[in-house]
């Protein structure tokens, strides 16, 4: 019976151990290649960009670079920023004019080339919930819980193997 325990017991932490490795890759590589990483939390951008996806940002095109259907993401305030997509692309007065995809009008003030972040490219649908949900409070709290399950499903198979040792034990006796 142990041995089926610790087998189950294994093959749980090495899913965990695989699912955290997936998340932190998916929010942290991403830095490494000079990309910038938003959680999508309108559906301004339906259905190319579903609400809860994260979206990795480009910060190494320059504003001259975008076109008229490129997605950006730019700053609408210090601590807000939209991912929309280009309509037109005005050089001279240095400035974009967008539009969310399911919006059905453009954006009432221009973007300024100032206050773009980057291209907008790849999505990961659901990451962006995890990456808003860990800063919460309630995020600390399960991530305490997953590394106390994780510590438990080492400690369950020791826990009952000395048990099936002693039964062993004394019916050799």
């Excluded at 998916?26 to 190319?48: H, Q």
């Excluded at 997605?71 to 692309?89: N, S, Y």
């Excluded at 539009?99 to 973007?111: F, R």
Aim: hydrophobic share 45%; net charge negative.
């Amino acid at each position: 019976m142990t041995g089926i325990i610790t087998k189950f017991c294994n093959a749980v932490s090495m899913l965990m151990i695989a699912g955290c490795i997936a998340i932190v890759a998916a929010l942290l590589a991403p830095k490494l290649a000079g990309r910038e990483v938003f959680a999508v939390m309108s559906g301004s951008m339906e259905p190319y960009y579903h609400v809860g996806s994260v979206v990795y940002v480009d910060k190494g095109v320059a504003p001259e670079d975008i076109q008229a259907g490129d997605v950006i993401t730019f700053r609408k305030t210090d601590e807000l920023v939209a991912t929309h997509r280009v309509v037109e692309a005005d050089a001279e007065n240095r400035q974009f004019v967008t539009k969310g995809d399911a919006n059905e009008d453009q954006d009432l003030a221009p973007v300024s080339f100032d206050d773009m972040v980057g291209k907008a490219g790849l999505s990961i649908p659901l990451v962006g919930y995890i990456s808003l949900y860990i800063g919460t409070r309630k995020g600390m709290i399960m991530i305490a819980g997953v590394v106390v399950c994780f510590i438990l499903l080492q400690l369950i198979p020791e826990i009952l193997k000395p048990e099936e040792e002693e039964k062993e034990d004394g019916a050799n006796a």
